[in-house]
């Protein structure tokens, strides 16, 4: 049997065309989020008024809580096949603590810019190294995936060479180096972007496309939006639609 690339075959067909108000206003909504997020960490205004704005925040909270989404149910902007993940905490706009960070392919490379704030700091003034980290992860899962080569992390390994500072712009490079069966793996780095040659984080990741019944046990609950089945279940795996 030849091992798949992704659950949904090598190049799946872009036919996904998400309603373009819910798009806009869930990128306004995370927008506005990511801005508390970040302000609430950096304010120093007095303790009255941040206990004023948290009694507001529970306000507009329990107005998006009207209805929700549980874990099995994707949102509805979101599309596996074509990588479109809307609350990724890297790279989704819809998700406040995200940077995000927008992946594109760059000949053999996959490149992201994005720029950290103080929501993720870890020693004053830098990264947490799990931020990083999590920069990392997607950045490598991303570049298999943007090489058809979707999979699961079986391992990242990284080495801090530098601190990474916050409030100034990075450059995130990632490349595949090796494929074998339903492995793939990947490098890649975080530099300054205006020092782009000077590594600060290098990372090394293998990503796992997950045999069958993995599949089944993580994302056999998954459904669409409106109700349907997922795209790439690994029911569809069983029956040679698409794999
Ligand atoms: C309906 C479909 C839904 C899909 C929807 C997703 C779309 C999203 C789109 C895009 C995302 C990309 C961006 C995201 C980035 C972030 C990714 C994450 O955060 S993933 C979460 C953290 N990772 C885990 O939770 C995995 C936990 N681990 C496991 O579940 C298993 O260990 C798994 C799936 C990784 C492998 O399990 P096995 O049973 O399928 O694989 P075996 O048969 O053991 O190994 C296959 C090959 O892989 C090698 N391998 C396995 N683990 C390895 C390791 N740790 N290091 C090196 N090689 C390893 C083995 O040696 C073998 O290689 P040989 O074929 O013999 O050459």
Excluded: I
Aim: one cysteine or more; aromatic letters at 4%; proline letters at 8%.
């Amino acid at each position: 049997m030849t091992s798949p690339a992704t659950p949904w075959g090598a190049s799946p067909p872009d036919t996904f065309s998400p309603d373009p108000e819910l798009q806009a206003a869930v990128t306004e909504l995370g927008a506005a989020v990511r801005d508390l997020l970040e302000t609430s960490v950096a304010t120093t205004v007095a303790p009255g008024e941040q206990a004023d704005v948290a009694a507001g925040v529970r306000e507009l909270t329990a107005r998006l809580a009207a209805t929700t989404r549980d874990r099995h149910t994707l949102s509805a902007l979101d599309d596996l096949p074509t990588f479109r993940r809307t609350y990724s905490p890297v790279s989704g706009v819809g998700h406040g603590f995200a940077p995000p960070v927008q992946f594109r392919r760059e000949g053999d490379t996959v490149v992201g810019e994005c720029t950290l704030g103080l929501r993720h700091e870890g020693p004053p003034a830098h990264s947490h190294g799990g931020m990083t980290a999590m920069l990392m992860d997607q950045l490598l899962g991303s570049t298999a995936f943007l090489a058809g080569r979707w999979g699961m992390t079986a391992h990242l390994g990284l080495e801090y060479r530098g601190a990474v500072p916050l409030q100034t712009p990075l450059v995130l490079v990632g490349r595949v180096a090796d494929v074998s069966g339903r492995k793939t793996v990947v490098t890649g780095t975080v530099a300054l972007a205006a020092e782009p040659d000077r590594e600060l984080v290098r990372g090394e990741g293998v990503f796992v496309s997950p045999r069958p019944e993995l599949l089944e046990r993580y994302f056999g609950d998954l459904t669409t939006a409106d109700g349907g089945r997922a795209p790439g279940h690994a029911q569809a795996a069983t029956d040679g639609s698409t794999l």
